[in-house]
């Protein structure tokens, strides 16, 4: 009989005791989860883009979130059960209470909570949803010659504007999933004031070595050429390259082995120079340039079927051009007066009759939009982009911060 009502003490506990225990497991419970979403956050601040979460880190989180949801359980079972037999649950709180209790001194990581991340062969870059099958296709085709192994130099050329970097970046972002296949994706944007050294201290850069500045001209090329080769394969993107290029001068060696240089260009003589495979990007077919036009000018326009064929000349005169469609449509957002569709028309044909050159044409694209800023501080402020680096991502506290400076803007109350 003694055994039996020891026995029975040890499994069976007063409904109100039993209450107490779970009271007491809940106050548990919110230690850890507490201590989870201070490890949340410190992990939310190590986690670069190189790093990855330590397995042990990440199994503690699963834990607390299976843990979380036993607790649930059992409260759920100790409310069905009737008063009495709720007693016999005893056993499955007292466990929980310690098993959060060894899970709450397991999470006080002291140490990192992140290790290098060896997947990581490069950054991602952001980049736009591309209209049409023209671009498509040229990302199917830059892609294939990637992973041909008999093709190491692919060249992707076409006049300004047209789609080049949109396009590279985004089979950029597609390689960074090639872990198996190459060791590191390095992305540089040439444009037009780049030389030798600024390009071989990006590539030193971009494999986060340092270049001395002063380092001898003939030393510096063989430094990039062993970075190059050291790393194993390399896809090196050349973005917007203005000029013939001499990879010797820079130090970049002869693709091999499975490493790759592709380079976008608006001239084909580049392509040529370097002895690339070229893929040239078409202009937008009318379809795909009116579904552009009409998105950036916002799809509403179909409440205005007057307006509709006058947007279509408009559009027209883009030549399938998407910047110039990206551009034009912006500035006509919004605008939804018959008259001043008809200027736009109007002055876009008279200007275009002036010009023949490709160049000038987008030139007078971009002019078109500038004409139609509102006031004299936004056109400044536009301007100030002009003193940026070509492609560079400008931040808009960035961009304030600088017509600020330069006197353009007054008030942040005005942007
Ligand atoms: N196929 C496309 N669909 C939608 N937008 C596009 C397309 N191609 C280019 N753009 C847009 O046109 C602009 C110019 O493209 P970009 O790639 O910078 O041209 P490029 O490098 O040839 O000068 C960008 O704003 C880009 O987002
Ligand atoms: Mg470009």
Same mark, same amino acid.
């Given at each position: 009989?003694?055994?039996?009502?020891?026995?029975?003490?040890?499994?069976?506990?007063?409904?109100?005791?039993?209450?107490?225990?779970?009271?007491?497991?809940?106050?548990?419970?919110?230690?850890?989860?507490?201590?989870?979403? !201070?490890?949340?956050?410190?992990?939310?601040?190590?986690?670069?883009?190189?790093?990855? &979460?330590?397995?042990?880190?990440?199994?503690?989180?699963?834990?607390?979130?299976?843990?979380?949801?036993?607790?649930? !359980?059992?409260?759920?079972?100790?409310?069905?059960?009737?008063?009495?037999?709720?007693?016999?649950?005893?056993?499955?709180?007292?466990?929980?209470?310690?098993?959060?209790?060894?899970?709450?001194?397991?999470?006080?990581?002291?140490?990192?909570?992140?290790?290098?991340?060896?997947?990581?062969?490069?950054?991602?870059?952001?980049?736009?949803?591309?209209?049409?099958?023209?671009?498509?296709?040229?990302?199917?085709?830059?892609?294939?010659?990637?992973?041909?192994?008999?093709?190491?130099?692919?060249? @992707?050329?076409?006049?300004?504007?047209?789609?080049?970097?949109?396009?590279?970046?985004?089979?950029?972002?597609?390689? &960074?999933?090639?872990?198996?296949?190459?060791?590191?994706?390095?992305?540089?944007?040439?444009?037009?004031?780049?030389?030798?050294?600024?390009?071989?201290?990006?590539?030193?850069?971009?494999?986060?070595?340092?270049?001395?500045?002063?380092?001898?001209?003939?030393?510096?090329?063989?430094?990039?050429?062993?970075?190059?080769?050291?790393?194993?394969?390399?896809?090196?993107?050349?973005?917007?390259?203005?000029?013939?290029?001499?990879?010797?001068?820079?130090?970049?060696?002869?693709?091999?082995?499975?490493?790759?240089?592709?380079?976008?260009?608006?001239?084909?003589?580049?392509?040529?120079?370097?002895?690339?495979?070229?893929?040239? @990007?078409?202009?937008?077919?009318?379809?795909?340039?009116?579904?552009?036009? &009409?998105?950036?000018?916002?799809? !509403?326009?179909?409440?205005?079927?007057?307006?509709?064929?006058?947007?279509?000349?408009?559009?027209?005169?883009?030549?399938?051009?998407?910047?110039?469609?990206?551009?034009?449509?912006?500035?006509?957002?919004?605008?939804?007066?018959?008259?001043?569709?008809? !200027?736009?028309?109007?002055?876009?044909?008279?200007?275009?009759?002036?010009?023949?050159?490709?160049?000038?044409? @987008?030139?007078?694209? &971009?002019?078109?939009?500038?004409?139609?800023?509102?006031?004299?501080?936004?056109?400044?402020?536009?301007?100030?982009?002009?003193?940026?680096?070509?492609?560079?991502?400008?931040?808009?506290?960035?961009?304030?911060?600088?017509?600020?400076?330069?006197?353009?803007?007054?008030?942040?109350?005005?942007?």
């Amino acid at each position: 009989m003694d055994f039996f009502l020891t026995k029975f003490d040890e499994s069976w506990d007063t409904p109100t005791n039993l209450d107490e225990k779970m009271k007491d497991l809940k106050r548990k419970q919110a230690e850890l989860n507490a201590l989870k979403g !201070d490890t949340k956050s410190r992990t939310t601040a190590e986690l670069h883009p190189r790093k990855k &979460l330590k397995k042990e880190v990440e199994l503690w989180l699963e834990n607390v979130e299976r843990i979380n949801g036993e607790i649930e !359980d059992l409260e759920q079972k100790i409310g069905e059960n009737s008063f009495a037999s709720r007693g016999f649950l005893k056993g499955n709180v007292l466990k929980k209470i310690q098993e959060v209790d060894e899970l709450y001194q397991r999470g006080k990581f002291h140490n990192s909570l992140v290790v290098d991340n060896p997947g990581w062969i490069g950054q991602a870059l952001s980049t736009t949803t591309l209209f049409g099958d023209a671009a498509k296709t040229c990302m199917e085709k830059i892609w294939a010659f990637l992973m041909d192994d008999d093709i190491q130099k692919i060249g @992707v050329w076409g006049t300004e504007g047209i789609g080049k970097t949109t396009i590279v970046k985004l089979v950029h972002n597609q390689l &960074l999933k090639e872990t198996e296949r190459f060791d590191i994706v390095i992305w540089i944007t040439v444009s037009k004031e780049m030389n030798i050294i600024k390009l071989q201290n990006r590539i030193a850069r971009a494999m986060k070595v340092s270049l001395d500045e002063d380092e001898d001209e003939t030393i510096r090329p063989g430094m990039i050429y062993e970075m190059l080769v050291r790393k194993g394969k390399y896809v090196l993107i050349l973005d917007d390259l203005w000029d013939k290029l001499s990879l010797e001068e820079v130090g970049i060696p002869e693709p091999s082995n499975g490493s790759k240089l592709l380079v976008t260009t608006r001239l084909l003589d580049v392509c040529q120079y370097l002895d690339c495979r070229e893929v040239r @990007v078409p202009t937008l077919s009318n379809p795909d340039a009116w579904s552009l036009f &009409l998105k950036k000018v916002g799809e !509403d326009v179909s409440n205005h079927p007057n307006l509709l064929p006058i947007m279509e000349s408009v559009a027209t005169e883009c030549d399938g051009l998407p910047l110039a469609i990206v551009t034009i449509a912006s500035s006509m957002s919004g605008v939804r007066d018959v008259h001043a569709w008809r !200027d736009a028309l109007h002055e876009l044909k008279r200007n275009g009759e002036t010009v023949k050159k490709m160049e000038e044409k @987008v030139f007078q694209k &971009l002019q078109f939009s500038y004409d139609r800023l509102r006031d004299e501080e936004l056109k400044n402020c536009f301007l100030c982009c002009a003193l940026l680096p070509e492609d560079w991502e400008i931040e808009t506290d960035e961009l304030i911060h600088l017509c600020i400076a330069e006197g353009h803007i007054k008030e942040m109350d005005s942007m």
